[in-house]
T-cell receptor, first 109, second 117 residues
Framework: LAKTTQPISMDSYEGQEVNITCSHN???????ITWYQQFPSQGPRFIIQ???TKVTNEVASLFIPADRKSSTLSLPRVSLSDTAVYYC??????????FGKGTRLHILP | GAVVSQHPSWVICKSGTSVKIECRSL??????MFWYRQFPKQSLMLMAT?????????EQGVEKDKFLINHASLTLSTLTVTSAHPEDSSFYIC?????????????FGPGTRLTVT
């Protein structure tokens, strides 16, 4: 499984756009990139998944450059309720998920 | 979306007793379920992969005789912590996949908080 590197923590303010970048230099050809969100004492929640270029859904966008060695999760206009830990995961279908340390995002009023 | 439930949501038990945690996929069949453990301020650590009808595959360092996993049906997997000790106190989370070739999203349960006194 490809290792990922993310910032340990980030702070931002309500209403701002937040971009969290994840490095995965050893990503394999059949690996997908998936982001999860976790609130304290809850299970992780799926945010978005992509393979290349850009993916957008109702909560986030995922930008993946051509070399796929990194990816950026973009959260538009964050609110206090977006304070959580965000995990970037890389793996192929049917892979077991191995979590890295994640990014602790703290949204300030 | 698909829903995964866990029961109980929290449990307190005495040292030396055993505790069973259930993980159910409510609206889909899950050939494979995963069990994780999470200590405070830490990431999730994969404990084992549970396959319906076969023995679970444990990660290195996880005692299979202490953490018994049974996946008797396509919607239910159980984790039994045997002879629990205070150091087993943790947040236990399961996940399940639909196994669809078009959506490999894993759905996580809400977690079970185990406290061993």
């Amino acid at each position: 499984l490809a290792k990922t590197t993310q910032p340990i923590s980030m702070d931002s303010y309500e209403g701002q756009e937040v971009n969290i970048t994840c490095s995965h230099n050893n990503i394999a050809t059949n690996d997908y990139i998936t982001w999860y969100q976790q609130f304290p004492s809850q299970g992780p929640r799926f945010i978005i998944q992509g393979y290349k270029t850009k993916v957008t859904n109702e909560v986030a966008s995922l930008f993946i450059p051509a070399d796929r060695k990194s990816s950026t999760l973009s959260l538009p206009r964050v609110s206090l309720s977006d304070t959580a830990v965000y995990y970037c995961l890389v793996g192929s279908r049917d892979d077991k998920i191995i979590f890295g340390k994640g990014t602790r995002l703290h949204i300030l009023p | 979306g698909a829903v995964v439930s866990q029961h109980p949501s929290w449990v307190i038990c005495k040292s030396g007793t055993s505790v069973k945690i259930e993980c159910r996929s409510l609206d889909f069949q899950a050939t494979t379920m995963f069990w994780y453990r999470q200590f405070p301020k830490q990431s999730l650590m994969l404990m084992a992969t549970s396959n319906e009808g076969s023995k679970a595959t444990y990660e290195q360092g996880v005692e299979k005789d202490k953490f018994l996993i049974n996946h008797a049906s396509l919607t239910l997997s159980t984790l039994t912590v045997t002879s629990a000790h205070p150091e087993d106190s943790s947040f236990y989370i399961c996940s399940a996949s639909t196994g669809s070739s078009e959506n490999d999203e894993q759905y996580f349960g809400p977690g079970t908080r185990l406290t061993v006194t």
